[in-house]
């Protein structure tokens, strides 16, 4: 079983794909200052859910790229549920290789999939190229909460990086962090379970499939990872990122 066939099973009864709950998605587009004249890319969009919330509550206008076509699928289902095809537009496309026109967006998104481009600051980069004048980034970031991690959670998530590792990338990157909005426990939980659940579903209704066992496996060694590690070292935030020159900052 692929990867793909995984995160389909896994995200089949997600709402959101990432942590960020409904309101806290409302927040940051608040605090972006988003509206009917605002444009936006978000890299790695899943199921819509920013792009619509966006769309419906302050008018904004975009485009969302993912690779997964089953995501794209529900996403586009979920533009067209809403009456906001005229607003929002779903790609299916690898979003490392989309071609988008530069300095022709007002926000840039990327809510949990910087592994796009292999990390934070190489997606600070590409998306830097997306912003217009005055344009923003929005990151949404999981992150490790101490300075000494357990090398098992390490080899399973990778490198990640402090929340002050993420500041000083950003500031050499050319940018301020300028709004944070943190996911909570309740909000880790409802994400994590509700992907265990799909991968349960399927599990109970798939009871002779070749490969059971090693979506079972999977399920298993996800519950244990999140309860035993990723549960106390691990955060994730939604990032505003300011462009440092149109702050009125000089370079040091």
């Known amino acids: ?6 995160v389909e099973i896994s995200t089949q009864h997600l709402e959101l794909t990432s942590p960020a709950a409904p309101e806290k998605l409302w927040t940051i587009g608040h605090y972006l200052g988003l509206n009917s004249e605002k444009r936006v890319i978000d890299f790695g969009c899943g199921y819509g859910q920013a792009l619509t919330l966006w ?3 302050f008018g904004i206008s975009g485009v969302g790229v993912d690779i997964h076509q089953f995501l794209c699928k529900r ?6 549920a809403r009456a906001l095809t005229e607003l929002v537009e779903i790609v299916c496309s690898n979003a490392a290789d989309y071609e988008f026109e530069a ?7 990327c809510l949990g999939a910087s592994f796009i481009w292999g990390g ?24 490790y909460t101490h300075g000494k991690i357990p090398s098992k959670l390490i080899k399973y998530e990778g490198d990640l990086h402090t929340e002050f590792e993420l500041m000083q990338i950003t500031r050499e990157e050319g940018f301020e962090i300028e709004f944070v909005v943190r ?9 994590v379970s509700s992907s265990w659940y799909g991968l349960l579903r399927w599990i109970d209704e798939n009871p002779d499939h070749i490969e059971r066992q090693y979506v079972i496996d999977y399920l298993h060694k996800s519950q244990d990872m999140y309860l035993k590690y990723q ?9 505003i990122l300011n462009p440092r020159e149109y702050l009125g900052f000089s370079e040091k």
């Open 55 to 57: 769309a419906e509550d």
């Open 183 to 191: 996911a909570s426990g309740d909000d880790w939980d409802r994400y």
């Open 1 to 6: 079983m692929d990867y793909f066939e995984l």
């Open 120 to 143: 934070y600051r190489q997606a600070i980069r590409k998306m830097k190229i997306a912003l217009c004048s005055g344009g923003k980034i929005v990151v949404g970031e999981p992150y």
């Open 75 to 80: 996403a586009t289902e979920r533009v067209a």
């Open 231 to 239: 549960r106390k070292y691990e955060g994730w935030a939604l990032y």
């Open 103 to 109: 300095h022709s967006f007002d926000i840039a998104s």
